[in-house]
């Protein structure tokens, strides 16, 4: 072994990748379990992808066979076809918590600020391909809230001007969503966005050794420092404690997949689809109330919400040229601290408010969430400013 080893280190230098990206790659000490999220999030990306190629070879790609190919062939007649089912449905609900959890921590420490501003984008561009990913996951079933969310989210492209509705049917295959639009999300869904996160994955990875990890504090920290006892080794010390919460959050996915996976499948999409009767009431999966609850904040112009729509998907993206604050850690910045909390409170609220009827006092609401949503990206620059000038005692 040892000689095939030092053979395949000859013609690949694997001895110097292990050294650069695990042994001689140093953590910095001064972080919590919040830190841990990154790691959760590849082993459920693991878990996505494996339950994923099961319930591949049963699935029928067809507006006729899909329904019965998931709800009754993989649910009823494959042994454990329910169980690789309930694992990719509630794998994809967890990806989205663990997820924004991992990013909430991203802005609330300040990961996004220099040197590590390609990290934040790489980081962005997976969650929005992991966003895709779902949205195109979610057709696949062909139930009948899942059909009517697709309707819904592609009529949104017509309001692009001058190629919008050409767009729109381009996206479906066809004038209403049908038989080739299924095919394409299927392919989508299982070839290229698969493909695409897999790149940036290992695009993120790359910008995360290059430029370290960030800590609580925010304080950079050289390679010599980290040797000399402010950083532990990423391998084995670092994740030998990885193994330890993989371990915890196994016991509790597995507990949601089999005692409590209902909340990561809708009861109204076990009825087949039927373009001819439209839901009372339809919305997205869980993870994309909030960014659908701004849609339809702007209750009173359809342009004015899929302008917010797409801002407040991508907004986002521009945290490391919006805030430009020269402390970087949300612990030492007592405005940042306060608008940081506000703005996870109504994130929140947008996604409770998301599931209800848009109607009444709860269209007003979604309103005034959406404003404060938008709020703190907007005080950003501001609470910048004010921490420059009390930095350099009140003198700009």
Do not use: C
Not at 102 to 130: C, D, N, Q
């Amino acid at each position: 072994m040892g000689k095939f080893i030092d053979w395949l280190d000859e013609r690949l230098a694997i001895k110097e990748l292990i050294k650069v990206m695990l042994t001689e790659y140093y953590v910095p000490k001064n972080i919590n379990f919040l830190w841990s999220f990154g790691v959760l999030l590849m082993l459920v990306m693991a878990i996505l992808f494996v339950s994923g190629i099961f319930l591949l070879m049963y699935y029928k790609p067809d507006a006729h066979l899909a329904f019965d190919s998931v709800n009754k062939t993989i649910m009823m007649d494959v042994e454990y076809g329910w169980l690789f089912r309930h694992t990719h449905a509630v794998g994809a609900s967890i990806m989205f918590l663990v997820l924004y959890i991992h990013m909430a921590r991203g802005i609330y420490y300040g990961s996004f600020k220099k040197p590590r501003e390609i990290v934040w984008i790489t980081g962005y561009i997976l969650f929005v391909l992991m966003a895709a990913t779902a949205f195109t996951g979610y057709l696949l079933p062909w139930g009948q809230m899942s059909y009517w969310a697709a309707q819904t989210i592609t009529t949104l492209f017509e309001k692009i001007p001058f190629i919008g509705p050409d767009l729109v049917i381009w996206i479906r295959g066809n004038y209403i969503v049908e038989d080739a639009t299924l095919t394409r999300f299927f392919a989508l869904h299982v070839m290229l966005l698969p493909l695409l996160l897999i790149i940036f994955t290992a695009i993120h990875l790359y910008a995360v050794r290059i430029a370290g990890s960030n800590n609580e504090d925010g304080i950079e920290l050289t390679k010599e420092e980290k040797k000399k006892g402010k950083g532990i080794p990423f391998w084995p010390v670092f994740m030998a404690k990885e193994f330890f919460v993989m371990s915890v959050f196994l016991i509790f996915f597995f507990y949601l997949v089999f005692y409590n996976y209902k909340f990561a499948m809708d009861p109204i999409n076990f009825t087949p689809a039927d373009y001819l009767q439209t839901p009372m009431h339809i919305y997205p999966e869980w993870y994309f109330l909030a960014f659908y609850e701004v849609l339809r904040g702007f209750f009173f112009s359809q342009n004015l919400g899929l302008i917010a729509f797409v801002l407040s998907m991508f907004i986002a993206a521009f945290l490391p040229w919006l805030d430009k604050s020269p402390i970087v850690s949300g612990k030492h910045r007592p405005l940042y601290k306060i608008a940081f909390w506000i703005f996870i409170a109504d994130f929140v609220f947008l996604t409770i408010l998301g599931k209800l009827p848009p109607t009444g006092l709860y269209a007003w609401l979604g309103f005034i969430g959406s404003l404060i949503y938008f709020a703190f990206f907007i005080s950003l620059p501001i609470i910048s400013k004010i921490e420059k000038r009390k930095q350099n005692g009140g003198i700009e």
